[in-house]
């Protein structure tokens, strides 16, 4: 089985370890490559340039830039690289990190942007990008490989060149067919999850819908266009997998008469065998002082010991919080171990705190088992927890499920099937896995 994805997101993750844990054999193949590529999974950016995931993240003070300039990290979310005090280039973060590189963005004398550099998980500068008048006209794909790949964002024509080889692709999902043939990778049974290139790359192939799409994204406003079509004609989808039942039976009222297949599998999540935690404690990993809701737990819920800690230094906002209440305990400049060590002791995991998600702790938190609550204003993975749009909803359930474990466990149970039942491997194959002749 072939599992064609358009990147390698998060839901991309979750969904080929719900494959793994279901038994499916698949080969993965990602057709953009945008500085992860997890092991075994194929792109053919990488195949043809020669990329590795083998390396260190770049650090910002690290980049390669022109002499007699300077590095320099000041309030903004990027570093700037200035020559005789003058900004030529930004760099930007990965998010969810302390300034490990993404890209680097160079400013032409006029201080429009002229190229970005782009820079995987590796420290690997493998593409850039150009610009004309602040547009995005080109980027060349490169490494050690025979090959360069050149992505025209106007033409839309895809170039591979070698030191004696030329070979053009009219579109992105010309390149991708051609890989796939190139490598000999079967596409007679498919899996994407993605409207986008992956359906366009098997509408091109399928010589009749054969083709298992999984919809892992919210719906907050009509049908998408490109699965309507295949609702009404299929013409690569043979089934649509939703992950979430209300809106699987959305959209099979909405097209009661589709050839196509509409079912549900919820994701094979995998979660820790929690023991020997603090049934009354709560943590929370933050990057800001803002945690408006933490006052009014902290004197409302005296018996419960909140956990609050950051990657930095705290603010004297929070000091003064932590010297008035003996139970919120603050750890400054925590480490990862340290992190690990909180999400063991806890029983909740907080999500209150306004500023960005760090080190994607809330999705760390849901799967060691941990209840993770969060205020609706500042949730940061709503598919990982269980929201309140008030803060004396957040305190009743808090203090609900940090004196009764049977609360708890209820809360669990809430919040592992809150977009439907939970399914089995054997739900999976029976699904995806192929006929057996008898």
């Given at each position: 089985m072939l599992a064609l994805f358009n990147n390698v997101d998060d839901a991309t993750k979750q969904l080929m370890r719900s494959l793994k844990a279901a038994g499916l054999a698949f080969t993965a193949v990602a057709v953009h490559y945008d500085g992860e590529l997890p092991d075994a999974v194929l792109c053919p950016f990488t195949t043809y340039t020669g990329i590795e995931p083998?390396?260190?993240?770049?650090?910002?003070?690290e980049v390669p830039v022109p002499a007699w300039c300077e590095i320099r990290q000041g309030s903004q979310t990027y570093g700037e690289i200035l020559r005789d005090g003058l900004a030529i280039g930004r760099i930007h973060y990965e998010p969810n990190s302390f300034r490990q590189v993404e890209s680097v963005d160079w400013l032409l004398p006029d201080r429009t942007l002229g190229h970005t550099d782009h820079y995987d998980r590796y420290g690997n500068r493998y593409a850039t990008t150009y610009y004309s008048s602040g547009v995005a006209y080109q980027t060349v794909y490169y490494g050690p490989g025979e090959w360069e790949v050149e992505v025209g964002h106007t033409s839309r024509v895809v170039t591979m060149r070698s030191a004696h080889s030329r070979l053009t692709?009219?579109?992105?999902?010309?390149?991708?067919?051609?890989?796939?043939d190139d490598q000999q990778i079967a596409t007679d049974r498919v899996v994407v999850n993605s409207l986008s290139y992956p359906l366009f790359v098997m509408r091109r192939r399928s010589p009749a819908p054969s083709t298992t799409l999984f919809w892992q994204e919210p719906m907050p406003d009509d049908v998408p266009g490109n699965m309507v079509t295949e609702l009404e004609s299929p013409q690569a989808l043979e089934r649509i997998v939703f992950c979430d039942e209300q809106l699987r039976r959305?959209?099979?009222?909405?097209?009661?008469?589709?050839?196509?297949?509409?079912?549900?599998?919820?994701?094979?999540?995998?979660?820790?065998d929690k023991h020997g935690y603090d049934p009354r404690r709560a943590f929370t990993l933050t990057s800001t002082d803002e945690i408006p809701a933490l006052a009014e737990l902290l004197e409302e819920l005296p018996d419960v010991r909140f956990s609050v800690a950051a990657l930095t230094l705290m603010s004297e906002k929070l000091h003064a919080l932590g010297r008035t209440h003996a139970n919120l305990t603050l750890t400054p400049t925590i480490t990862h171990k340290q992190i690990r060590e909180e999400l063991d002791k806890a029983s909740v995991y907080l999500d209150i705190d306004a500023g960005a998600h760090v080190l994607d702790v809330v999705k760390a938190a849901y799967h060691l088992n941990l209840l993770v609550l969060a205020s609706t204003a500042h949730a940061k993975a709503p598919d990982h927890c269980l929201t309140f749009a008030t803060t004396a909803d957040l305190k009743a359930c808090l203090a609900a499920v940090t004196t009764n474990p049977l609360d708890r466990t209820s809360r669990l149970d809430d919040l592992h099937t809150q977009h439907g039942p939970q399914s089995t491997p054997s739900d999976y194959r029976r699904l995806l896995a192929p006929a057996t002749n008898p």
């Open positions: 083998v390396g260190d993240p770049l650090f910002f003070d692709f009219e579109t992105l999902t010309d390149f991708v067919s051609y890989f796939l959305k959209v099979a009222q909405r097209y009661r008469s589709t050839a196509v297949d509409i079912t549900y599998l919820s994701h094979l999540d995998q979660f820790a």
